[in-house]
């Protein structure tokens, strides 16, 4: 296959990798992760959502960061195109089923859900009823927008806030900081890539005080070879008596998973690691530095055992919008792809052919 192919390979596989191997220590500080694990570096079962279930996850399980990815991908999949925040919303309405969200999503997609099946409020529309501000979803779960744009910045950019107003009113944060996140990622997909170039193409595309949050966390990085020694540091820069960062935000994410990009020099299994280990946002921070090194460096850089680990605990999961494995889902966004440059192709030569008849 392409090398494109492998590195959408690697991507979709390393944002599910590192979302089910983060979400047994979501929320935990570092000291608990290392008196219970010292390192943890496999996956475990896990118990979220305690409020409204008991089941337990099974180890490899992936949570509601990729139940959204998994809805992105299976919209562009069945169009074979650029998506928009009204296709996907149909894809909720086909796909979802209530009942099964429960267990497997927060109680906002279940309630942006219902309003979107009252077919009241415009899809682009929906965002303004989540309760959470700043949420880190368009980094954590928005993979698939520059899959099918990959190299497309511009489009990228484009997708990211015609679809992310789904999940987030305009005036959110998620934004800003999503361009500079979805645009260094798609790069990321492009074969001359470095690890260099993706940083850069972050910064360039970060607004004046998102780049400089980026900077100030770069600048951490820059001082490390070992992504899992900056920990400490950084719970020093998140957690202080002066900033009252929510874990969740997607200022945090963002500074983070680029400082553990730069600081594993691209390797998607040091990425991944150590965001795990980094405590308060595992799963978010684990996909989201995993998302860049996986597009970076493709599916060879991955350990294969991983990736089967997630697919198996994918196709006996009683709940998950989607039961295909990583590969299904890798060659259907590259099938997508595809076929956008076929439409691209026959649009180019249409024009072209008009502007040669003009010139008659």
């Known amino acids: 296959m392409s090398q494109l192919y492998e590195k959408i390979f690697g991507c979709i596989a390393a944002t599910r990798i590192g979302s089910a191997m983060g979400a047994p220590v979501e929320g935990w500080g570092i000291a608990k992760i290392k008196d219970t694990y010292g390192v943890l570096d496999h996956f475990e079962p896990y118990h979220h959502y305690s409020q409204v279930t008991e089941w337990v996850h099974p180890a490899g399980s992936t949570e509601d960061g990729i139940e959204r990815q998994k809805l992105?991908?299976?919209?562009?999949?069945?169009?074979?195109?650029?998506?928009?925040?009204?296709?996907?919303?149909?894809?909720?309405?086909?796909?979802?089923?209530?009942?099964?969200?429960?267990?497997?999503?927060?109680?906002?997609?279940?309630?942006?859900?219902?309003?979107?099946?009252?077919?009241?409020?415009?899809?682009?529309?929906?965002?303004?009823?989540?309760?959470?501000?700043?949420?880190?979803?368009?980094?954590?779960?928005?993979?698939?927008?520059?899959?099918?744009?990959?190299?497309?910045?511009?489009?990228?950019?484009?997708?990211?806030?015609?679809?992310?107003?789904?999940?987030?009113?305009?005036?959110?944060?998620?934004?800003?900081?999503?361009?500079?996140?979805?645009?260094?990622?798609?790069?990321?997909?492009?074969?001359?890539?470095?690890?260099?170039?993706?940083?850069?193409?972050?910064?360039?595309?970060?607004?004046?005080?998102?780049?400089?949050?980026?900077?100030?966390?770069?600048?951490?990085?820059?001082?490390?070879?070992?992504?899992?020694?900056?920990?400490?540091?950084?719970?020093?820069?998140?957690?202080?008596?002066?900033?009252?960062?929510?874990?969740?935000?997607?200022?945090?994410?963002?500074?983070?998973?680029?400082?553990?990009?730069?600081?594993?020099?691209?390797?998607?299994?040091?990425?991944?690691?150590?965001?795990?280990?980094?405590?308060?946002?595992?799963d978010c921070l684990a996909a989201s530095a995993a998302g860049f090194a996986g597009a970076f460096a493709g599916v060879e850089a991955i350990p294969r055992e991983w990736i089967e680990a997630v697919d198996a605990a994918t196709e006996g999961h009683p709940y998950t919008n989607s039961h295909e494995t990583i590969e299904e889902t890798a060659d259907g966004m590259y099938q997508a792809f595809k076929s956008k440059v076929n439409r691209m192709k026959k649009y180019v030569m249409f024009a072209e052919n008009a502007i040669s008849d003009s010139s008659r």
């Open 72 to 282: 992105m991908c299976r919209c562009i999949i069945e169009k074979q195109d650029r998506v928009t925040a009204e296709d996907l919303v149909a894809t909720w309405i086909e796909v979802l089923d209530p009942a099964k969200m429960i267990c497997m999503t927060e109680k906002f997609d279940r309630d942006l859900l219902a309003i979107a099946k009252s077919q009241i409020t415009p899809a682009a529309e929906l965002g303004r009823f989540c309760k959470h501000l700043h949420l880190n979803t368009t980094a954590r779960s928005f993979h698939a927008i520059p899959i099918i744009n990959a190299g497309d910045i511009p489009s990228t950019i484009q997708d990211l806030y015609d679809v992310g107003r789904v999940y987030q009113p305009v005036i959110s944060d998620s934004f800003p900081f999503g361009a500079a996140y979805n645009a260094a990622t798609s790069h990321a997909f492009t074969p001359d890539a470095t690890v260099e170039s993706v940083i850069q193409t972050a910064l360039d595309y970060a607004a004046p005080a998102v780049q400089k949050l980026i900077k100030r966390d770069l600048e951490v990085a820059e001082r490390y070879d070992d992504p899992l020694a900056m920990r400490d540091e950084f719970e020093s820069l998140y957690v202080s008596k002066d900033v009252a960062y929510d874990q969740s935000r997607i200022h945090e994410t963002v500074g983070k998973s680029l400082a553990i990009f730069l600081a594993a020099n691209g390797d998607p299994r040091k990425s991944i690691v150590a965001a795990v280990n980094f405590g308060r946002d595992t």
